[in-house]
């Protein structure tokens, strides 16, 4: 277990394993996700901690009384662009306690998740969310990312960003494999 810590005072961030969260972490995750994400289909966060595919890292903010406020779930993932398949990190459920937004702390776990990932070999982060909430960390829109819709046929999205870690991203359409994040 790595813990760093960001601000002696207030915050410290945990990376946790996934497979390695107990019934005490589920709950304050569940609890933090049900908070944050409050739109319609955002009920799923009451009775688990992801929304469609379990993730295998977890980059938690704690502050120090042990109160879980943010936490960054990443997927092991890969994207083919040409025939060529790219390992990247998907970026889910990214949040902090709305006493803790406006303060930089989401920038602060990305920075940290970006360096693990990048040792890791992962040739870019890939997140889907809103440009201004992203772009100060270095994430740009990807408009020719593709998802497989349920007729089986590749369809371009318009609300996937990535960041660059290994590779530059790739011209040509780039596909996500698999269960999206």
């Given at each position: 277990?790595?813990?760093?810590?960001?601000?002696?005072?207030?915050?410290?961030?945990?990376?946790?394993?996934?497979?390695?969260?107990?019934?005490?972490?589920d709950k304050k995750l569940r609890t933090l996700?049900?908070?944050?994400?409050?739109?319609?289909?955002?009920?799923?966060?009451?009775?688990?901690?992801y929304a469609k595919d379990?993730?295998?890292?977890?980059?938690?903010?704690?502050?120090?009384?042990?109160?879980?406020?943010?936490?960054?779930?990443?997927?092991?993932?890969?994207?083919?662009?040409?025939?060529?398949?790219?390992?990247?990190?998907?970026m889910a459920e990214v949040c902090v306690l709305p006493a803790y937004?406006?303060?930089?702390?989401?920038?602060?776990?990305l920075a940290r998740v970006h360096h693990d990932r990048?040792?890791?070999?992962?040739?870019?982060a890939l997140l889907f969310g809103e440009t201004q909430f992203y772009q100060g960390s270095g994430y740009k829109e990807a408009n020719n990312l593709q998802l497989l819709n349920r007729e089986g046929e590749w369809v371009t999205i318009s609300h996937g960003m990535y960041l660059p870690l290994?590779?530059?991203?790739p011209s040509g359409d780039v596909q996500l494999v698999g269960i999206p994040f």
């Open positions: 277990m790595y813990v760093e810590c960001l601000d002696v005072e207030s915050l410290f961030i945990e990376y946790k394993r996934d497979d390695d969260v107990d019934e005490i972490l996700l049900s908070t944050c994400f409050t739109g319609e289909g955002d009920a799923i966060f009451r009775t688990q901690r379990k993730p295998q890292h977890r980059y938690l903010l704690w502050n120090t009384d042990n109160e879980l406020v943010g936490q960054v779930a990443v997927h092991e993932k890969t994207v083919v662009s040409e025939g060529v398949p790219f390992a990247i990190s998907g937004r406006q303060q930089g702390w989401v920038k602060q776990m990048q040792a890791a070999g992962d040739a870019f290994t590779s530059p991203w």
